[in-house]
């Protein structure tokens, strides 16, 4: 399996979806997306990420949490709430987030032949 | 706002996450995903889409739905069985699927001297 797949637990487990489009250029953003990832990752509760982005800019990041404390303890942490003002400042033309909580989940392919 | 947001309602509604490697190649792909983007948006229920995808074939597509029902009935169109089928034989060399209800939602920027 890619290292871009997020190995999440059985759930009950909850995800911020963050859909954005950039603006043009970097502005110092790829730095701070990677420092981002890198703090998350080091964060009580954190599952996982995965992330993508399209040529226009256009992005996806799913990030998955054992609970809503940890969600809120993240956005509480000072060098994230420094990254998401410089985000709404210069980064983002627009960005929807969104807080769901995992109900279920199955990975695959589970091929003809493969079993379930 | 670009069309690429979905217009949710205010929570609570369901997400269905998409995590999903591409194999090499089309392969009758593109067709097949605007069709069932199409098919989709005519379902009851549906609420919107958001997708996108890198250059390395990773992509992530989040569609929204007003209930599990809904979900449900998506998944029991036999036009969408055969895709998923074809998804798991051709087109994906690795999935996760995750099924979560979306419990809050904000979009932005909301930039200083803007309002909250």
Do not use: C
């Amino acid at each position: 399996m890619s290292e871009r797949f997020a190995r999440t637990p059985k759930p009950p487990y909850y995800a911020v979806i963050f859909a954005n489009q950039r603006t043009p250029g970097d502005d110092g953003y790829g730095a701070t997306a990677d420092r981002m990832v890198e703090l998350a990752s080091q964060q009580p509760g954190f599952l996982g990420i995965e992330s993508t982005r399209d040529e226009a800019g256009f992005g996806i990041t799913v990030s998955y949490w054992e609970s809503e404390a940890a969600i809120a303890a993240w956005r509480a942490d000072a060098e994230h709430a420094d990254a998401r003002r410089d985000g709404r400042e210069r980064w983002y033309e627009h960005f929807e987030l969104r807080v769901a909580r995992v109900e279920r989940a199955y990975g695959g392919p589970a091929r003809r032949g493969e079993g379930a």
